[in-house]
């Protein structure tokens, strides 16, 4: 395959995720948790994978502002716009973060509203994946039975401190 390279690379609260596309084909993709250093592990994540064209976006993406040639848009922009490409006439997004999360309204292809849990982060991505292993579940499985349920529990109106305990 031959081509320019674009690639996202979301330097989130918990971890640091790149997609590389070359003529829209997915040509690399990773996940790595980061502790303490997230610069560091973008640092990894890009070892022999640098794309193009780098867009950086999540709660680290100034860190990585200007490195590998990247530039920083917002989470909000670019979920939006990622939801966009896939699903043209897409009216509502719900973004589930490691430690927030947001429901954006799209309207005429704009978005119109943002709205953002205001308890705590109990429903956010770091709460379910630590609650799921609890439960000795992966996330997907965690995912599956809250579907089935016949009487779900509202965790994002819950602070994450009380949930846990």
């Known amino acids: 395959m031959s081509g320019p390279t674009f690639g996202g690379l979301d330097v989130g609260s918990r971890s ?7 003529n829209g084909a997915v040509i690399h993709e990773e996940v790595r948790y980061h502790s303490h250093d997230p610069l560091e592990t973008c640092r990894q994540v890009l070892a022999g994978h640098v794309p ?11 860190v990585c502002e200007g490195q590998w040639g990247s530039r920083a848009v ?3 922009r670019a979920v939006a716009a990622g939801a966009r490409h896939r699903v043209p006439a897409v009216d509502s997004i719900l973004d589930i973060g490691g430690q927030d999360m947001k429901f954006l309204r799209v309207r005429d292809g704009a978005i119109s509203s943002v709205l953002l849990n205001e308890a705590c982060s109990s429903g956010c991505g770091s709460f379910l994946e630590t609650f799921a292993h609890s439960l000795d579940l992966p996330i997907e499985g965690f995912a599956a039975a809250a579907l089935r349920s016949r009487s779900p529990v509202d965790l994002g109106s819950r602070c994450t401190v009380f949930m846990n305990s």
């Open 16 to 22: 640091v995720k790149l997609v590389v596309l070359q």
């Open 52 to 62: 193009d064209t780098l867009v950086a976006t999540g709660y680290g993406r100034r």
């Open 74 to 76: 917002t989470e909000i």
